[in-house]
């Protein structure tokens, strides 16, 4: 049975069973600050299970996409260990409950996929007498193949936590006593690989305290979920997941492509430990493709980071199996073949995502051979200092100036018998990211972290606001509740900064790029200036100042946002729309939205994209925004159910959690995005759009920023007054200022080279004076000087003419311009043999003057700082004269 014959089987039983069929949520999550990624089945049902939101209905079945980096280690060398994977699962919200579940689960295990009784094993909870009575009494499974287990295997988590929690029963799969542990073991061994988890039964009934107290959820569900990966491996009766047909395909295609690089093809099967690296290669792939499917690009931070580990760590399997260069984004299309029937999204952009893992791999092959060289010496002192742990900050070292990341600094401990010093690894990290963090303020909105990510607040009794802007910009509301550190009060006077809630407001809250509104609240006793807008759970926080009066809870105000501050957010926002149509328009459908910033005085658009956007294309994107612009479209707004929109394959933000009912902005016919801002309501109000800057923001992410509306024109009107100036200045007019530049430029050009000639004549004609300079060391004749202004070509013609008319001498020459100085380095053939060695000679002396350099044996370059050039003569000396002292005591 094919793996997605599995999928359908699963789907359409439970389908038949009254289940609505849910599509996977996203990979990518972006409002859970606990992960990167959905790593669970029922993540998308979380706020169900807890009564926060309506289940969208009281059964549910899906097929949810998961990736976790937990068991990293674990993945080719055990056959459950994956990090994608697909999470089978069945949901009941206060529908049915343990019997309901216990009965549908022993339906498809027993009689649709006829897997046979005496190769299965169930459990229960310790505690849980009632599981256990249904196993037993109403199922009909012997006693003998039940097993009660603690906490540690059957608690759903394992770990406390203050999410949805309850007792597991489990269903393993006996793979046979061939696979088990010599003398024997028992169901939830861990030691070996005789028994398989098949399915996890959670019987979702409490939240739990850290002290472990119990809190009974408001309606007690089912979540259930079992690997489709071990699933198929029992059912087409594979020892390793990565045999089944799916992942075999994508193994089989890596190693094609690694064979290439061998004089011998490798067969699977053949040696054990190149077989792991082969199925950590096609697990990694597969992870990689579904990641970059949800718009995850290579980076050094979070998302992008787990993908950049996953990639390099692949790529460092595949140089031991063989391979001698990138190869991983040849192999990538072999996921979208064995897997583009069941996840489309994996179909599309292939050959960016291509383009995208091989500048990965190539920036990468740059730096491991040197990354490892380093670990082997560190691993070298580290062993003869008899320890066997290498430190966090060694392991830092090789990340940040290497690139190897802690997976592949893990591994290569691990060949050593050498471990990781993890705690010093992460704190490293962490520095870092504060480093970062601290780089990063002065940001809209960076002020107001705190506030905007807190749920501590005592915002959280349920108070709850309505947003009203999008037709309002003034309106009459009550004041709900005020914050003042974090602490709820009931009234504030002039000049406390205070956040306050409304029952209605017409202020957009700072979310998905777009910065909040200011304005102003009036009240009957005092008036709130608003100086930003941020969210937090169900409530809007409106931050500021209190500049007359004093405002209270429960009063009826007036909130007024600033409009033309809002009319120039606006024009951006809209012209961000037309900005990402043009940029699909010109560079292809691969361009996705990573990160946005909306203000009234600039726009930031961060998409995917390999490479940089040429001159010409920039211009062609900006003329067609602008053509866009003057074609005065209709902006519309929308609700639509989100199934709607996606089959209408209109933009949404990659990795982003909506809800079922979506807001839909059209601009005309060229540009259609989900988006809950606030926009123009024709495309002529932008004005006029200019494109200010382009650039790389990391690895297959590129930036552009740019002004609309007046911000546009008083960018233009900024530069033509400097052009006026200029052309003043030159005495043309602006038309003509290129052609006058390149004129002065050639002037300029010539000018130099002519001065640049008097002074080699120059030195030219000191010679004699600088020869009479020359002092013997040992066998050396060691000539130096000082020339102003003299550039390499002049420095390296004179110690040519120098050394040509003083045999046996070492020339040694410094050019001075301002506090810098070149420095070369002239040795004579004589003195080669005799171990003079002019690269030595300026390694040794250029950092006396704050420099460094290098060269051969006759003739060395280098740099410094001409105030020290005293302390680099004296030690060209000392050096000298050591070396002359060596060649006596000879």
Request: hydrophobic share 35%; proline share 4%; charged share 25%.
């Amino acid at each position: 049975m094919t793996t997605q014959q599995l999928r359908e089987l699963f789907l359409n039983f439970f389908e038949e069973r009254g289940h609505l069929v849910r599509p996977s949520a996203p990979l990518l999550l972006h409002d859970d600050p606990t992960s990167f990624f959905t790593s669970a089945g029922m993540q998308p049902y979380m706020g169900a299970f807890r009564g926060q939101e309506e289940p969208p209905a009281p059964r549910v079945v899906s097929i949810q996409k998961c990736t976790r980096t937990g068991d990293i280690e674990g993945v080719g060398y055990l056959n459950r260990y994956h990090t994608f994977f697909e999470m089978l699962g069945n949901f009941s919200f206060g529908d049915y409950f343990k019997q309901g579940g216990i009965e549908l689960a022993w339906e498809f295990v027993s009689d649709v996929l006829g897997l046979p009784l005496e190769r299965l094993w169930f459990t229960v909870f310790t505690e849980d007498d009632e599981a256990e009575e249904i196993w037993h009494k109403h199922i009909g499974i012997p006693m003998e193949r039940l097993r009660r287990i603690g906490r540690e295997d059957n608690w759903w988590p394992k770990v406390r936590w203050e999410g949805p929690c309850g007792p597991c029963s489990e269903i393993f799969y006996d793979l046979g006593p061939e696979r088990g542990c010599p003398g024997g073991c028992e169901v939830g061994c861990e030691r070996c690989e005789r028994y398989l988890e098949l399915w996890n039964l959670v019987f979702q009934m409490y939240t739990e305290a850290e002290d472990g107290t119990l809190t009974p959820l408001p309606q007690p569900g089912i979540d259930t979920g079992m690997g489709l990966e071990r699933l198929a491996l029992v059912m087409q009766n594979k020892r390793f997941t990565a045999e089944t047909d799916e992942l075999f395909h994508i193994l089989t295609r890596s190693l094609e492509q690694i064979n290439q690089f061998r004089d011998q093809p490798y067969e699977y099967g053949r040696d054990e430990a190149t077989d792991v690296g082969l199925r950590v290669i096609a697990d990694h792939l597969r992870a990689t493709a579904f990641l970059m499917a949800d718009g995850v690009v290579p980076s050094n931070e979070g998302p992008g980071y787990v993908l950049r580990r996953l990639i390099r760590r692949g790529y460092r399997f595949g140089q031991q199996a063989g391979a001698q260069g990138p190869f991983l984004h040849e192999a990538l299309p072999a996921v979208a073949e064995a897997m583009g029937s069941a996840y489309p999204e994996i179909t599309t952009n292939i050959d960016y995502q291509q383009k995208v893992v091989q500048a990965e791999e190539e920036r990468f092959a740059s730096t491991l051979a040197q990354g490892i060289d380093l670990f082997e010496e560190i691993a070298d002192q580290i062993r003869k200092s008899g320890e066997t742990v290498i430190p966090g900050a060694q392991a830092f070292r090789l990340h940040d100036t290497h690139g190897v990341t802690i997976d592949i600094t893990r591994d290569l401990a691990a060949e050593k018998g050498m471990t990781i010093d993890e705690a010093g690894f992460e704190r490293a990290m962490q520095e870092q990211r504060e480093r970062s963090r601290r780089q990063a303020l002065g940001e809209y909105g960076s002020g107001l972290s705190s506030s905007s990510s807190s749920s501590s607040s005592s915002s959280s009794r349920l108070l709850k606001s309505t947003f009203v802007g999008y037709k309002l910009d003034i309106t009459e509301t009550k004041l709900l509740g005020i914050l003042k550190e974090n602490e709820e009060v009931q009234s504030a006077g002039e000049g406390e900064e205070v956040q306050v809630v409304l029952e209605e407001t017409p202020f957009y809250a700072e979310r998905g790029g777009q910065v909040g509104d200011t304005g102003v609240i009036e009240g009957p006793n005092g008036q709130f200036q608003v100086d930003n807008t941020v969210p937090r759970a169900n409530v809007i926080l409106h931050s500021g100042t209190v500049t007359e009066g004093e405002i209270n809870e429960g009063e009826k105000v007036v909130a007024q946002v600033d409009e033309e501050r809002r009319k120039a957010i606006q024009r951006h926002h809209t012209a961000t729309h037309l900005l990402q149509a043009a940029l699909r328009q010109f560079l292809g459908d691969h361009v996705r939205q990573s990160g946005s910033l909306v203000a009234p005085d600039r726009l930031r658009f961060d998409f995917t994209h390999h490479e940089a956007i040429g001159d010409e294309t920039l211009e062609q994107i900006e003329d067609q925004v602008n053509a866009w612009i003057l074609a005065d479209l209709p902006v519309v707004c929308s609700e639509e159910s989100l199934d709607e929109a996606k089959n209408k394959g209109i933009i949404a933000l990659f990795g982003e959690k909506y809800d079922d009912v979506v807001r839909v902005v059209r601009v005309g016919e060229v540009s259609a995005e989900l988006c809950g801002g606030t926009h123009c309501a024709r495309s002529g109000e932008i004005g006029l759009l200019r494109i200010t800057s382009e650039s790389s923001i990391a690895a297959g992410i590129r930036r552009i920023e740019a002004v609309a509306g007046h911000a546009a024109f008083n960018r233009s009107r900024a530069l033509e007054k400097i052009l006026t100036t200029a052309a003043h200045e030159l005495n043309c007019p602006p038309e003509e200022l290129p052609t006058r530049l390149a004129g002065l430029q050639q002037q300029i050009s010539e000018i130099e080279k002519q001065l640049q000639q008097a002074r080699r004549m120059q030195a030219i004609t000191n010679i004699p004076e600088i020869i009479e300079g020359t002092v013997p060391i040992g066998p050396a004749n060691l000539i130096t000087a000082r020339i102003e202004q003299a550039d390499d070509e002049t420095l390296g013609s004179l110690a040519d003419q120098l050394a040509a008319t003083t045999p046996d001498s070492i020339v040694y020459l410094a050019g001075i311009k301002g506090d810098s100085t070149t420095l070369a380095v002239k040795v004579s053939e004589h003195l080669i043999p005799q171990g003079y060695h002019a690269g030595d000679i300026m390694a040794a002396t250029a950092p006396l003057a704050d420099g460094g350099g290098g060269g051969g044996p006759s003739f060395a370059r280098g740099g410094g700082k001409a105030s020290q050039l005293d302390e680099a003569f004296a030690g060209l000396r000392r050096y000298l004269e050591e070396q002359a002292s060596q060649e006596d005591s000879e």
